[in-house]
């Protein structure tokens, strides 16, 4: 089992920057690849970012690609997802995700374990 729980979600105007976290507990976070998720109001939850065990490789949905960025301490077993150029369509509630694969996953299906979410709403 492993507990997920994000954090640094917040009101930004269109623009700004936020930085989320997602603190991991349990079984061996090095062993798990990550990934960001999200989901606005009415729409159906969406991939955001996947980041491997190592680091080594990471991968974005295009619309996120070069404003977001992706990474891992896993000394400190936390994922992070720096959000730079944030615009109104980034509003949602943001979830992670831990894939016992290790390799990272586009996919929601991809993903074992996950988090409550954290809002980020982002203003014009």
């Known amino acids: 089992q492993v507990q997920l729980v994000e954090s640094g979600g917040g009101l930004v105007r269109a623009g700004g920057s936020l930085r989320l976290s997602c603190a991991a507990s349990?079984?061996?976070?090095?062993?798990?690849?990550m990934g960001w998720f999200r989901q606005a109001p009415g729409k159906e939850r969406e991939f955001v970012a996947t980041?491997?065990?190592?680091?080594?490789?990471?991968y974005y949905a295009d619309s996120v690609r070069g404003r977001f960025t992706i990474s891992r301490d896993n000394t400190k077993s936390t994922l992070y997802l720096q959000m730079n150029s944030l615009k109104p369509d980034d509003t949602a509630v943001y979830y992670c995700?831990?894939?016992?694969?290790?390799?990272?996953?586009?996919?929601?299906?991809?993903?074992?374990?996950w988090g409550q979410g954290t809002q980020v709403t982002v203003s014009s």
């Open positions: 980041i491997s065990w190592s680091s080594g490789w990471t």
């Open positions: 349990g079984r061996t976070f090095s062993m798990y690849a």
């Open positions: 995700a831990a894939s016992g694969t290790g390799s990272g996953s586009a996919t929601l299906r991809g993903y074992d374990y």
